[in-house]
């Protein structure tokens, strides 16, 4: 089976998310929505709201019978250490489930860090890569300099709708007091 591992704080799920998990379903067997609890990456204050944040990716995900049972919510990384290292997550599903192929999905602004993640070169080689467009990253660019390093890299481009809209805006919204509720998956 193909899945699409998509993984990441989600704090909020929103109308962008959700643009991308519907162009998934419908191109892979299964769609894992992987909520990280500690990304390396980023503050460690985000890993006490892990458990708020898997709720309500659930709730989220159950809002939206549309996604045809192909969107399952992994809570993986919950059972890992932390902070969480997408190649540890890959390995554990690929250990989990042998018989199936992982892709990992990502924006291009991912994509443009990737050299900062953990044993990345083994993720771009063991596993297949697929990045969708974002406005603020050449993705052509990135796509050609990874390569530049290695050819046998697996990245494969999707295309998805550019949507100017992110968790970090949103929050500053509901910070505010603001309703965002229109904006939110």
Known sequence: ???????????PLHKGHLGI????????????????PQNPLKSEDKASGAL??????????????ELDGKVKLDDIEFS???????????????????????????????????RRWKDYRRILLDYRVLVF??????????????????????????????VDLSSTLLRGLLAEGEDASAFLM
Request: negative net charge; proline residues 6%.
């Open 1 to 11: 089976m193909q899945v699409a591992v998509y993984s990441g704080s989600f704090d």
């Open 21 to 36: 998990l519907r162009r998934l379903a419908d191109r892979f067997d299964a769609v894992y929505l992987v909520v990280s």
């Open 52 to 65: 708020r944040r898997l709720r309500a990716a659930r709730e989220a995900v159950a809002r939206h019978p």
């Open 80 to 114: 890992l250490g932390l902070p969480s290292y997408t190649i540890d997550t890959l390995d554990a599903l690929q250990r989990r489930e042998p018989g199936n192929s992982f892709c990992l999905v990502m924006g291009a602004d991912s994509l443009a860090g990737f």
């Open 133 to 162: 467009p974002r406005r603020d990253t050449d993705l052509d660019a990135v796509v050609s300099d990874l390569l530049s390093e290695n050819p046998s890299y697996h990245i494969e481009r999707i295309e998805a709708p550019l």
